[in-house]
């Protein structure tokens, strides 16, 4: 199906209950066509939070230094892998900061092993890396990479992603690295970062196209009081400025969906955040198909502060992945089996 950015405009302003029932079921029906009833669980590890970088909207800023950093060993990540495969996940996703004491050959090696040893696809989220260091990790088996652009609008970008050095900060054109590398490639955006006007996030979404991406990541802005952009006040007019809600990310969630009908697209831990209760099962009825259960080790999880209320959510991983499973079978979904890549299809246990 087609939208233009018009429509997109149009539904990202609606706010009448009864309308907006219809951008819901198409977004349900184009995901039931194109990827079906499976939900595909991704075990999430956070295997450092040491970042060189300044986001102006993320906790784990190099110069926030209220955080205790943390890395990962090697046995570490490993048990977390054996975790991933003993609760039947088909993926592991390995994420951290732009922390470059992640040596290439390091994690390449774990990387080969892991691959020898499970059957686990291999998700990257490890920020803006050398195109070197990407390719190694591709030949030791990456699968995946996911780096979200965060903003369409160039001027945007710059004010909230500071050089480090003289290395710009650019993540569209490490995207179309990690696509000519051969990854299956994910990208994606915050809604509601002070300065997104309707019209910014309306070019977000039509950028998901353009890009072909395997997998859209969308979650609302969490302001985090010790960062620049969890004090400013947005330089937008009320009526321009998106609101960082949970009823504007699954708009965002359901027109992605429909103009990228075959990605993996995550219910993401911040719209859980933002509703315990009900966040993940809302993404899940408009367009979602995609849950990345967490398995960090509990004493670690509580330093990856990207934003508040991530540590309130911290239990065992075998309850968690309980309570997955009995609210997408109470939905009527399936659990998904196998890797679940955008180019491997989809089955159902
Ligand atoms: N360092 C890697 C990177 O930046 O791609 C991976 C980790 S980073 C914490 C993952 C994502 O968290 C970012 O792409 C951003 O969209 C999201 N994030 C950061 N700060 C956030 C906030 N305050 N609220 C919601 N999401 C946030
Ligand atoms: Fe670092 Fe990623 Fe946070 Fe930016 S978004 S500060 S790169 S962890």
Redesign the pocket.
């Known amino acids: 199906m087609t939208m233009d950015r018009k429509e997109i405009l149009h539904w990202l302003r609606c706010d009448d209950p009864k309308e907006l029932e219809q951008l819901w079921r198409l977004a349900d029906r184009a995901r039931q066509q194109h990827v079906g009833e499976a939900v595909h669980l991704r075990g999430l590890v956070e295997i450092s939070n040491y970042?060189a970088?300044s986001?102006h909207?993320?906790?784990?800023r190099a110069p926030n230094r209220q955080v205790s950093r943390y890395r990962l060993s090697a046995e570490e990540i490993l048990d977390c892998a054996d975790q991933a495969v003993r609760l039947g996940y088909g993926t592991l996703v390995l994420?951290?900061?732009?922390d470059d004491r992640i040596e290439a050959e390091w994690l390449a090696s774990l990387l080969r092993h892991i691959k020898a040893t499970t059957p686990l696809a291999l998700t990257l989220?490890?920020?803006e890396r050398s195109e070197d260091d990407l390719r190694i990790w591709r030949e030791a088996g990456a699968d995946r990479y996911?780096?979200?652009f965060?903003t369409s609008d160039r001027a945007l970008y710059r004010a909230i992603h500071p050089d480090r050095g003289a290395r710009v900060s650019d993540r569209l054109a490490l995207l179309r690295q990690l696509k000519s590398l051969g990854y299956e490639t994910g990208s994606?955006?915050?809604v509601g970062i002070p300065g997104q006007s309707y019209a910014i996030l309306a070019d977000d979404i039509l950028l998901f196209r353009e890009l072909d991406l395997d997998m859209i990541g969308i979650?609302?802005?969490?302001?985090?009081p010790d960062?620049p952009l969890g004090q400013a006040a947005s330089p937008l007019p009320g009526e321009t400025q998106v609101p960082p809600s949970i009823g504007m990310t699954c708009k965002a969630v359901a027109l992605a969906r429909i103009l990228r009908p075959d990605a993996n697209i995550p219910a993401t831990t911040?719209v859980a955040v933002m509703d315990a209760w009900q966040g993940r099962e809302l993404a899940l009825r408009c367009g979602a198909n995609v849950i990345m259960p967490n398995l960090t080790p509990a004493r670690f999880r509580e330093h990856y502060t990207?934003?508040p209320g991530k540590a309130d959510r911290i239990e065992a991983a075998e309850q968690s992945d309980q309570q997955i499973r009995s609210q997408i079978k109470a939905m009527g979904r399936g659990i998904g089996s196998g890797q679940g890549g955008r180019k491997s299809g989809t089955q159902t246990e």
């Open positions: 970042c970088r986001c909207y993320c906790g784990l994420q951290s900061g732009e989220s490890l920020g996911l780096l979200r965060e994606g955006v915050m979650g609302p802005f969490i302001a985090h960062t911040a990207i934003y």
